[in-house]
């Protein structure tokens, strides 16, 4: 059984607020029993630039997502409240040279927006901060098969969840942008970093091979009760 930052009565009420995608069957169904991060970064490999949707995820893969976007917002109410109450004398939310009001500000200016971190451990949320990203082989190989939320994380990295009528919507673009880590390129220090983790190999070779990004576009639909 996977490992889940929610206990199964929360995720069985995510199951039945929100629509989830149908069984799979036939070749489909053995396709997606390849781990979502693997399957996704191979056919990035081979040139496949359709939009990644809802579909290309399992159901426990979206329970997560809408798990971790509620729990944002959560810690969102939560900072934003403490902010209006203690101001500048709580420092935990004002960063240096920014005052109170462009931090709430900030708060009002993104409102229905979420912005999600899958990459921290759910120990994380729990004022431990130990992040999953850039796994161990044996570690990344067992997690990409029993860990929803590690799937999450290494195939959609930081997110940002709109509010819509009927759930949330997810747009993003999937790909390997060699900018935002700056990773070193040099033989010895590339192949210390490709030794050490799959998804530091797997960017190399997506940058190496010049993989082409595609659009993300997720809807995760809430099931809308029949007006009395």
């Known amino acids: 059984m996977g490992l889940t930052i929610v206990d199964n009565p929360y995720k069985a009420d995510i199951a039945a607020r929100y629509k989830l995608n149908p069984e799979d069957s036939g070749l489909r169904s053995l396709y997606k029993k390849i781990p979502t991060n693997m399957r996704l970064f191979i056919e990035n490999l081979i040139g ?7 579909d290309d995820f399992t159901n426990d893969e979206l329970i997560e997502m809408i798990a971790l976007i509620e729990r944002q917002q959560d810690i969102n109410v ?13 420092k935990s939310f004002v960063t240096k040279g920014t005052s109170t009001e462009d931090a709430l500000a900030s ?3 993104t409102r229905g927006k979420t912005s999600v971190d899958p990459y921290a451990e759910r120990s994380y949320y729990k004022g431990t901060p130990n992040r999953m990203v850039d796994q161990d082989y044996s570690s990344s190989l067992a997690r990409s098969f029993n860990d929803p939320m590690y799937n999450v994380a290494t195939t959609l990295g930081q997110y940002t969840a709109t509010d819509v ?5 997810i747009r993003d673009i999937y790909d390997f942008n060699e900018n935002e880590r700056d990773l070193p390129t040099d033989l010895s ?16 070779l997506a940058n190496l091979l010049g993989s082409e990004p595609r659009d993300v576009d997720i809807a995760l639909e809430k099931i809308l009760k029949d007006r009395e």
């Open 48 to 54: 496949d630039t359709s939009t990644i949707t809802e």
């Open 107 to 109: 708060y009002e200016n």
């Open 165 to 169: 009528d009927d759930g949330y919507n």
């Open 189 to 204: 220090a590339a192949l210390r970093h490709i030794l050490k983790s799959p998804e530091l190999a797997g960017e190399y």
């Open 78 to 90: 939560r900072e934003e409240q403490i902010l209006k109450e203690e101001g500048a004398d709580n």
